[in-house]
Each structure stands twice: as structure tokens, then as C-alpha cells.
């Protein structure tokens, strides 16, 4: 019985942290917005960049990896099995995608990912996010480089001796975000449409077809 509370709490912990809307708070906070009716109207750390400010969005995407990685360390802390510790990362990405504190919705769950990972896998997750840094470094181009960085995450546990298995849950944890994009492409779409970024940045899925934004079209910091 005790066993089974220690897991229950964990996963539910897990969820409620990664349910903390940090990108939300931050940018009704700094602009008064919904960050969910601006942007690309994801609840996430580069639209918090885009819409309020690069250090801002920045600030989100730490404060969410800290959800992931202090899911992980309550979870050991509690001792619970591995499988239930593996659980719980998928319990803060839930929690990130599926808010309770905003009527089930949110964000992608990334940096919550990377969070966890980092606590799971240290070092292939770090040489991982290098990988990033130096891609985007090279290419100028951050969409691509997020792509490069996953795979990274992903594989480069192999190479520390993490073990196939490892892999395969990185790639499982991964893959359920890019389910999450999908279920949130329609939303990100009509709120782009009407409140996009303002220069050249764009969503991963745009493409130059799909909407030819006008000059005279509204910045977000102007809707209150």
C-alpha cells in the first residue's frame, strides 16, 4: 500500500508541476495578453520570445525544463520503480499539454522533456542540446535546428551507453509531442492568421503559401 502511494503521488506530482503554465503567467504578467490568442498561439517558450521578449522566453523555457527535471528528482527521491519513474515524464508533459490550470490546454512540452531527460540522461541530453546550439549556430535557422537537436537527444544515448531502451523512450516521449502539434495545428493556424509574429520568424509548419501576412496587420503588443 505504501508502494502504491509513493506512485500515485509521483505521477501526480508530475502532472501538476508540468501543469504549471509558466509561458502563460509570464506573458499576461509582462503584457496582459493571452499568450494562447497571440503568435502562433502556443502556450511555449519561443512564442512567450517572439510576443513579449527574448529574455522572457527564455526564462520560460528554464522555468519549464525545471518542471521536467524536478518531476524527475521527486520521483527518485520517492524511490519509485523504474517504470513508474519513466511514467512520470510523460505525466509532466501531459500536465504541460493538458493544463488543468488552463481548461486542458497548453503547450508542446519540449523543454519539459529535455527537463526530464536531463535528470534521466545527463550527458547525452547536454552533448544533445550542444548539438542544437551548434546547429542553429551554423544554419541560422531555429526550426531546423530543433529537429537536429531531437534527433540528437534521442540517438546520443546510444553513444554514453545509456542502452537501446533509453533510445526508445526518448523517441516514444518525442513522438507524443509531435502528436500534441498535430492536435493543436488548426488553433495555431486561425491565431496566426489573425495576431503572427511580427519580422521573419515563423512556425515550424508554415509555409509561405498558406497566408501572405499584410503591413498593416496588428503586433500583439497592441492587443489588449
Known amino acids: 500500500m505504501l508502494s502504491l502511494s509513493r506512485n500515485v503521488i509521483a505521477?501526480?506530482?508530475?502532472?501538476?508541476?508540468?501543469?504549471?503554465?509558466?509561458?502563460?503567467i509570464i506573458t499576461r504578467w509582462r503584457t496582459g495578453l493571452d499568450i494562447r490568442q497571440v503568435g502562433e498561439g502556443n502556450v511555449g517558450a519561443r512564442n512567450v520570445a517572439h510576443v513579449v521578449g527574448m529574455k522572457w522566453?527564455?526564462?520560460?523555457?528554464?522555468?519549464?525544463?525545471?518542471?521536467?527535471?524536478?518531476?524527475?528528482?521527486?520521483?527518485?527521491?520517492?524511490?519509485?520503480?523504474?517504470?513508474?519513474?519513466?511514467?512520470?515524464?510523460?505525466?509532466?508533459?501531459?500536465?504541460h499539454d493538458?493544463?488543468?490550470?488552463?481548461?486542458?490546454?497548453?503547450?508542446?512540452?519540449v523543454a519539459v522533456s529535455l527537463g526530464f531527460l536531463l535528470g534521466l540522461l545527463?550527458?547525452?541530453?547536454?552533448?544533445?542540446?550542444?548539438?542544437?546550439?551548434?546547429?542553429?549556430l551554423l544554419l541560422r535557422d531555429f526550426n531546423?535546428?530543433?529537429?537536429?537537436?531531437?534527433?540528437?537527444?534521442?540517438?546520443?544515448?546510444?553513444?554514453f551507453g545509456y542502452?537501446?531502451?533509453?533510445?526508445?523512450?526518448?523517441?516514444?516521449?518525442?513522438v507524443s509531442l509531435s502528436i500534441k502539434k498535430i492536435i493543436d495545428l488548426p488553433h495555431e493556424r486561425r491565431?496566426?492568421?489573425?495576431h503572427g509574429w511580427q519580422g521573419t520568424a515563423r512556425p515550424g509548419w508554415y509555409?509561405?503559401?498558406?497566408q501572405n501576412r499584410g503591413e498593416d496587420q496588428p503586433s500583439p503588443a497592441g492587443l489588449h
Not at 80 to 86: A, F, G
Not at 144 to 159: K, M, T
Open 11 to 24: 505521477l501526480l506530482t508530475a502532472y501538476l508541476l508540468g501543469a504549471i503554465p509558466f509561458s502563460y
Open 57 to 95: 522566453g527564455t526564462l520560460a523555457a528554464i522555468l519549464d525544463a525545471l518542471k521536467g527535471l524536478a518531476a524527475y528528482l521527486l520521483a527518485s527521491a520517492l524511490d519509485v520503480p523504474l517504470s513508474v519513474l519513466l511514467l512520470c515524464g510523460f505525466a509532466a508533459v501531459i500536465g
Open 98 to 109: 493538458f493544463s488543468i490550470f488552463l481548461h486542458w490546454q497548453g503547450g508542446k512540452g
Open 122 to 136: 545527463p550527458y547525452s541530453t547536454l552533448a544533445g542540446l550542444g548539438v542544437f546550439g551548434l546547429a542553429h
Open 144 to 159: 531546423r535546428s530543433v529537429v537536429i537537436g531531437i534527433a540528437a537527444v534521442i540517438f546520443l544515448p546510444l553513444a
Open 163 to 174: 542502452g537501446p531502451w533509453m533510445t526508445a523512450y526518448a523517441l516514444i516521449l518525442f
Open 191 to 194: 491565431v496566426w492568421a489573425e
Open 207 to 210: 509555409k509561405e503559401h498558406e
